[in-house]
């Protein structure tokens, strides 16, 4: 997953979230960030991904990530996520969806990244290297078939 950085954040303790982010934006490289937060045993990991990365990866993955398991006839309705207004860290602005499980990462009004599920990002990831990797552009099939002639 490109630079794999692992981050405990605990918030809102000296605004590591908002330094996270920044370091996020800075990097332009995925980055696996674990929250501890305040009031929760459980940590949260997930991965943070540059709006345009993630465009990237989403137009070559040929289809959406499923977040239900393949083969669950009766799965149990899942249960919706609490609906929270936007988390504010400095100039940062944290919107969660209700649906997908994405937080959609905010700098003065623009989607600069959003946190994913790790596998969610793994997934699209490689599906987006597969088919970009068979995908070959007109002019650049055209040069490849005279050399094969």
């Not at 499923?66 to 602005?93: C, K, S, W, Y």
Request: charged letters at 30%.
């Amino acid at each position: 997953m490109g630079i794999e950085i692992d981050v405990v954040v605990g918030y809102p303790i000296n605004d590591e979230v908002e330094r996270v982010l920044g370091l996020a934006e800075a990097v332009d490289e995925p980055i696996t960030v674990t929250f501890m937060w305040e009031g929760r045993e459980e940590a949260e990991r997930a991965v943070l991904v540059p709006a345009a990365t993630l465009a990237l990866w989403e137009h070559w993955a040929p289809t959406a990530y499923r977040t239900g398991r393949a083969g669950e006839e009766d799965q149990a309705v899942a249960e919706e996520p609490e609906l929270a207004h936007p988390a504010e860290f400095g100039e940062f602005t944290l919107f969660r969806r209700r649906v997908g499980g994405r937080t959609a990462v905010a700098r003065k009004g623009v989607v600069v990244a959003e946190l994913l599920d790790p596998d969610e990002a793994h997934w699209l990831q490689e599906k987006a290297r597969n088919v970009r990797q068979g995908f070959m552009d007109p002019k650049q099939k055209a040069a490849f078939e005279e050399f094969l002639a």
